[in-house]
């Protein structure tokens, strides 16, 4: 025969567990092993894209054949000097057009490609001058298509922020043209999309 006391403590003792564990079951378990009722943390959401002025203003090169859109208020400053073969053009170097403002900027150059080089070979070339950083992308500049070789890196110059750079051929000219400071890819990508090239319009 079964005791009928000890079936009912079994009974009893049993209920308990089964609401202890459903208690239980209604908790996060944390890192350390100790339940918490506490929500998880949401994660952070991603940095949006900054705004773009209106690039209401277009620079013409005398010298580099192009041209290119950009927003009012950037101060314009004229390169005075080609861009010659073998030499590296740094943001203040005088064989540069710059649009700036106090916190950002965009830059263009070019030079004739050297006798018998191939378009691959002065991409090559720059690109090994240039130190490079960042991911390589071939994106549109205008009708042409470059590679970007400095890809949303640490700024260096005096703009500070970030810095993009990319090269393209067109026409028999091999060009530059860089973005630094507080800007953006989709900044950089915007401008690129207003360049048109005049290569027959550069001075060698």
């Known amino acids: 025969m079964f005791d009928t006391p000890a079936i009912a403590s079994r009974t009893t003792v049993l209920s308990v567990l089964l609401l202890v564990a459903a208690s239980c079951g209604s908790t996060a378990s944390s890192s350390n092993g100790v339940a918490s009722s506490a929500p998880a943390a949401a994660a952070s ?13 277009m620079f013409t090169s005398p010298s580099m054949g192009y041209s290119v859109k950009y927003p009012a208020g950037w101060k ?9 073969l073998g030499k590296t053009s740094y943001w203040d170097t005088p064989d540069g057009d710059r649009m700036e403002s106090d916190s950002a900027g965009f830059r263009g150059t070019s030079q004739a490609l ?28 205008g009708a042409f298509v470059g590679t970007i070789d400095l890809n949303d890196c640490p700024g260096m110059g005096r703009l500070g922020g970030r810095v993009f750079d990319i090269a ?19 900044f950089f990508l915007a401008m690129l999309a207003t360049v048109t090239f005049t290569p027959q319009t550069a001075k060698p």
């Open 76 to 84: 314009v400053t004229v390169a005075s000097q080609s861009w010659p």
């Open 114 to 141: 050297a006798a018998g080089q191939s378009e691959a070979e002065w991409i090559s070339q720059y690109i090994a001058s240039s130190m490079p950083c960042g991911n390589r992308e071939l994106v549109p500049v």
């Open 168 to 186: 393209v051929v067109a026409g028999g000219r091999g060009y530059n043209f860089t973005m630094e400071g507080q800007v953006d890819r989709n």
């Open 45 to 57: 959401p991603s940095p949006s894209p900054m705004q773009i002025p209106p690039l209401a203003l």
